[in-house]
């Protein structure tokens, strides 16, 4: 808050706002970011250990062992969410546990869970992408943008 703004407040507003910054919690944002760090390092790994698995056990390539490894973290992000564990790991790790492809799955589980009382339809298949919608969304838009970008370059560019 600038100069001006604070002789523009009365003294109760003063004094109001003296009261709140004793009052205001300090957030730990270091350990925050480390926490944060810690529980996205972990998920990657655990996604590293996947994609490993299905290179050596199931013959994929590099490249082809990444959608599989993506669908198999998702699908046990919504397992641990369903169970009420991913919850307790996102409390924990923050941005962590939200940034990773782990935290689209929760955010889809976690609507359908909330609106399940209001039926299948209306309920779950209304309310489940509401927040998941848009990656979705812009997701396959970009897809596809990209593709066609690659697509009028090969044809014409020579690539």
Same mark, same amino acid.
């Given at each position: 808050?600038?100069?001006?703004?604070?002789?523009?407040?009365?003294?109760?507003?003063?004094?109001?706002?003296?009261?709140?910054?004793?009052?205001?919690? *300090?957030?730990?944002?270091?350990?925050?970011?480390? *926490?944060?760090?810690?529980?996205?390092?972990?998920?990657?790994?655990?996604?590293?250990?996947?994609?490993?698995?299905?290179?050596?056990?199931?013959?994929?390539?590099?490249?082809?062992?990444?959608?599989?490894?993506?669908?198999?973290?998702?699908?046990?992000?919504?397992?641990?969410?369903?169970?009420?564990?991913?919850?307790?790991?996102?409390?924990?790790?923050?941005?962590?546990?939200?940034?990773?492809?782990?935290?689209?799955?929760?955010?889809?589980?976690?609507?359908?869970?909330?609106?399940?009382?209001?039926?299948?339809?209306?309920?779950?298949?209304?309310?489940?992408?509401?927040?998941?919608?848009?990656?979705?969304?812009?997701?396959?838009?970009?897809?596809?943008?990209?593709?066609?970008? *690659?697509?009028?370059?090969?044809?014409?560019?020579?690539?």
């Amino acid at each position: 808050m600038s100069n001006n703004q604070k002789k523009q407040l009365t003294p109760v507003q003063q004094e109001y706002q003296k009261l709140q910054k004793n009052r205001e919690i *300090k957030r730990p944002v270091f350990k925050n970011c480390i *926490k944060a760090f810690l529980t996205g390092g972990l998920i990657c790994l655990i996604g590293q250990v996947i994609q490993d698995l299905y290179i050596y056990y199931f013959n994929f390539t590099d490249q082809t062992a990444g959608n599989p490894t993506v669908g198999t973290l998702i699908f046990i992000a919504m397992l641990l969410t369903g169970f009420g564990v991913y919850d307790r790991i996102a409390q924990f790790g923050g941005a962590g546990s939200a940034v990773p492809v782990t935290g689209f799955g929760n955010a889809v589980i976690s609507a359908a869970i909330e609106h399940r009382t209001e039926g299948f339809v209306l309920g779950v298949g209304g309310n489940m992408f509401k927040l998941a919608g848009s990656v979705i969304l812009f997701g396959v838009f970009s897809a596809f943008v990209i593709a066609l970008v *690659k697509t009028i370059l090969i044809r014409w560019g020579g690539l």
